[in-house]
């Protein structure tokens, strides 16, 4: 089967460059996800984790003959609907700073439409729809954005290292109301997160990302020998890092001994010019 409505998350072969950048960060990418998945994307930094679920998301126009389909719709350019995405950029947006009561906030993106869906959250996330948005500390700004994301319900969620600050309690109920959810409604979850502790028993499938490529394509959880979330994804990182040294020291070497015109960053730049080594 590879017909793109026969997943409810269907890539091609996709290859992306950002604007300006000179080398792409997606290459080769193909992803079948069933309906009611949650897949948990592994992957070091830069490995191209954002990328892909920002293009999932429908952010990012990715070239004419790519075939990125949610629910066997163009992401792009046909949107379909139910798609929710979370990432952490949310929370520099000037709105959600501003001297706005929780209650308005929620309210001002049809939070009385979900009444009973966000007074769960409202429970499980601990936000007080007292809170006035600028007064508030970054896990908390989190919180509420959790709720107002997650409160209509999604067909597809696409989250981008949402729960990073969250505490651990808060962190724990959320995600056993995501697998519940998830189970209930058939809904489809694809997680990108650097924190794998007390992940164990959430995803279906879980895929590792590396330079821009999957390593492992999203495989089913739990994976054979019954090692947990976090020994798998350390060991992944740990085979990354070892390809990195590799190929940074090949690369080294390609180009020779450096002169003073190679010096790359502003940091060395910097170090050179106020040299501490005496
Ligand atoms: N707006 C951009 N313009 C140019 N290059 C970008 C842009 N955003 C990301 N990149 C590059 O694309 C590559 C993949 O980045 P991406 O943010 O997708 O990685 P990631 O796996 O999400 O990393 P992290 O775990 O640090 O969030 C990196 O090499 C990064 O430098």
Known sequence: M???SSYEIFVDSLTFTHRGATEPSLNDISLRLPKGSRTILVG???AGKSTLL???AGKRLVGDGERVFIQGRDVFRDSPRGVTFLGTEWAMNPVVRGDILVSAFLDSVGGYRYKARRDQLLEILDVDLDWRMHAVSDG???RVQLCMGLMQPWDVLLLDEVTVDLDVQVRDDL????KQDSEGRGATIVYATHIFDGLSGFPTHVAHMAFGTFATAP???PLDGGKSLYDVALGWLRE???KRRVLEAA????????TEQDVPTDSEAFYKRYDYSH
């Open 2 to 4: 590879s017909d793109a």
């Open 44 to 46: 070091a930094n830069g």
């Open 54 to 56: 920002q293009i999932l």
């Open 140 to 142: 908390e700004r989190r």
């Open 175 to 178: 995600l056993r109301f995501l």
């Open 219 to 221: 495989t089913a959880w």
């Open 240 to 242: 990354d890092r070892e």
């Open 251 to 258: 690369g080294r070497k390609a180009r020779g001994p450096r």
